[in-house]
Structures are given as structure tokens and as C-alpha cells.
């Protein structure tokens, strides 16, 4: 069995920062994409940043200079550092891994979710 557990979020001011984690555990082969998506209610969950297995990286538009996803190996662990948060930024921030577990069955799975408020 794997889990996928977030931390991190919280109410921030505009301009300032958070770093979100997600640790994952359990059963686990092999760790291949992870990825941060967020949602606003009424919404579409949208992709954020994704992260390869070897350490590339992409971002969404409204994340590139201001957004950074890093992962921890040895960890299983993947993080998102968010600087000059704006409001628009508010949302639940989600953690996904696309893995293979130790019967090398292959999914992915999410995290619960960690809200993440910018005041202006």
C-alpha cells in the first residue's frame, strides 16, 4: 500500500512564501514523475510543476520564476518552493506520483491535499 502525505500550506500575505512537502510510503519499487496540481472550487485541478525522476522540470505559465519543484530520492519526497505568492494562488495544492509499488504494479497516486490561502 502507498500513501502520499502533503504538508506545508497555510494563510500567507501576498509576496511572501511557502515551501510545500509531499512524502510518500509504503510499498514502493520505484518513484517515476511527480507533479504538484491545485484546484479553486468550481474548477478544473490544473497542473503546476512536474518533476522527472532524474530531476527535470516543468512548469505552468503562472508558475515559471516564482515557483520551484524539487524531490528528495533518498526521501521519497517531493517539495514546492512558492515565492511572490499572489492571491490567485489560493487554492488546495495536490501531490501526485506516478510509481511502481514492489509487485511493480504501476499508478498514480494523490495526496489529501493541503490548502494554501494568499491574502491580499
Not at 36 to 41: G, L, M, S
Not at 58 to 86: E, P, W
Amino acid at each position: 500500500q502507498v500513501q502520499l502525505v502533503e504538508s506545508g500550506g497555510g494563510l500567507v500575505q501576498a509576496g511572501g512564501s511557502l515551501r510545500l512537502s509531499c512524502a510518500a510510503s509504503g510499498s514502493i519499487f520505484r518513484i517515476n514523475a511527480m507533479r504538484w496540481y491545485r484546484q479553486v472550487p468550481g474548477k478544473q485541478r490544473e497542473l503546476v510543476a512536474v518533476i522527472s525522476s532524474g530531476g527535470s522540470t516543468n512548469y505552468a505559465d503562472s508558475a515559471k520564476g516564482r515557483f520551484t519543484i524539487s524531490r528528495d530520492n533518498a526521501k521519497n519526497t517531493v517539495y514546492l518552493q512558492m515565492n511572490s505568492l499572489k492571491p490567485e494562488d489560493t487554492a488546495v495544492y495536490y501531490c501526485n506520483a506516478h510509481l511502481t509499488d514492489r509487485t511493480y504494479y504501476t499508478d498514480n497516486y494523490w495526496g489529501q491535499g493541503t490548502q494554501v490561502t494568499v491574502s491580499s
